[in-house]
């Protein structure tokens, strides 16, 4: 299939937050709960619709070990949009989102699109990290904000479709020059007519699993 726009994605935060099992259910609808570490980076891809255009979104998912950094520094460059994980249960991986997020505004082009996932929501009998600060964390730093859970599913879509909603908008706001890939976008072939503005991104991602 065709596709309107290709953007890249990357996939970072602490090792064992689930980002391998997010991006298995976002691209086979699946969760795997006995996962190897990722080693170096993974790899998926899903196309999504976005203001009725195909959309292909390329996601390399990367090793949040520190021995591993040099790898995913590499990966920050030609990424359109990040999404920065963290695992609510656990407190010291909220408390290296600053960490992340200054590698990524150092190695990556200053209007990549960053969501921030907390995830394994539906694990909130264990919850460390509160709901509230999820989002004041991202409020502060100018990031897009979403609880999630790679185990049933919820918000997972919402999360990648929602920031390339925002990478969409920039476009056509001009923020971005096409013709230069080092910003992770690709222009394919466009068979849906005349670009009509950025409606189509989804609704505001709003709380956790009940």
């Known amino acids: 299939m065709s596709y309107a726009y290709l953007f890249k994605y990357i996939i970072i935060g602490d090792t064992g937050v689930g980002k391998s099992c997010l991006l298995l259910q976002f691209t086979d609808k699946r969760f795997q709960p006995v996962h190897d570490l990722t080693i170096g980076v993974e790899f ?20 949040g070990q520190e021995s591993f950094r040099s790898i995913t520094r590499s990966y920050y460059r030609g990424a359109a949009g990040a999404l920065l994980v963290y695992d609510i249960t656990r407190r010291e991986t909220f408390n290296h989102l600053a960490s992340w997020l200054e590698d990524a505004r150092q190695h990556a082009n200053a209007n990549m ?15 460390a990290v509160s709901f509230e600060e999820g989002e004041q964390f991202a409020k502060e730093n100018g990031l897009l ?6 185990k049933t599913a919820h918000n997972v879509e919402e999360g990648f479709v929602k920031t390339a909603g ?8 001009g923020v971005f020059d096409v013709s230069n890939e080092s910003f992770g976008i690709k222009v394919g072939h466009d068979t849906s007519g ?17």
């Open 113 to 127: 699109t960053i969501m921030l996932v907390g995830n394994k929501c539906d694990l909130s009998h264990r919850r």
């Open 166 to 173: 925002a990478i969409y908008k920039k476009i056509q706001d």
């Open 145 to 150: 904000f979403m609880e999630a859970s790679a």
């Open 194 to 210: 005349q670009s009509r503005g950025a409606g189509g991104s989804p609704s505001q991602g709003g709380g956790c699993c009940s």
């Open 44 to 63: 998926g891809a899903r196309m999504v619709t976005i203001d009725n255009k195909p959309i292909e979104l390329q996601i390399w998912d990367t090793a």
